[in-house]
C-alpha cells in the first residue's frame, strides 16, 4: 500500500533552517508529481511546492518563494523540502503527498 512518511520537523529560530524528507513507497514514485503542505493551527492547508516527475518544473507559494526549494530523488523514492530564512508564520504541521495519499505529517515550529 502507499507509504509516504515526512522527516525533519522541528523547533527552530527565526531566520534557521530545516530540510524536510518524505520517504515514499507503494507506488511508481518516479512517474508522480510530488506535493508539499502545510497546516497551521485553525487554517486550512495550504500549497507550499509541487515538483513534477521529472524534477522540473517546480511551483511554489508565493509566501515560501525564493526560501523554500522543494527537490527529489527518484532513485530513493524520496522528497525533500529544504527551508531557509524561516518564519515564526512558517510554524505547520507538514505534510508531503501526490494524488489523494498523504503522510502523517512533521511539525515545524519556528520560534525563539
Known amino acids: 500500500q502507499v507509504q509516504l512518511v515526512e522527516s525533519g520537523g522541528g523547533l527552530v529560530q527565526p531566520g534557521g533552517s530545516l530540510r524536510l524528507s518524505c520517504a515514499a513507497s507503494?507506488?511508481?514514485?518516479?512517474?508522480?508529481?510530488m506535493n508539499w503542505y502545510r497546516q497551521a493551527p485553525g487554517k486550512e492547508r495550504e500549497l507550499v511546492a509541487i515538483i513534477s516527475s521529472t524534477g522540473l518544473p517546480t511551483v511554489y507559494a508565493t509566501s515560501v518563494k525564493g526560501r523554500f526549494t522543494i527537490s527529489r530523488d527518484n532513485a530513493k523514492n524520496t522528497v525533500y523540502l529544504q527551508m531557509n530564512s524561516l518564519k515564526p508564520e512558517d510554524t505547520a504541521v507538514y505534510y508531503c503527498g501526490y494524488s489523494n495519499y498523504w503522510g502523517q505529517g512533521t511539525q515545524v515550529t519556528v520560534s525563539s
Open positions: 507503494g507506488f511508481s514514485f518516479s512517474l508522480y508529481a
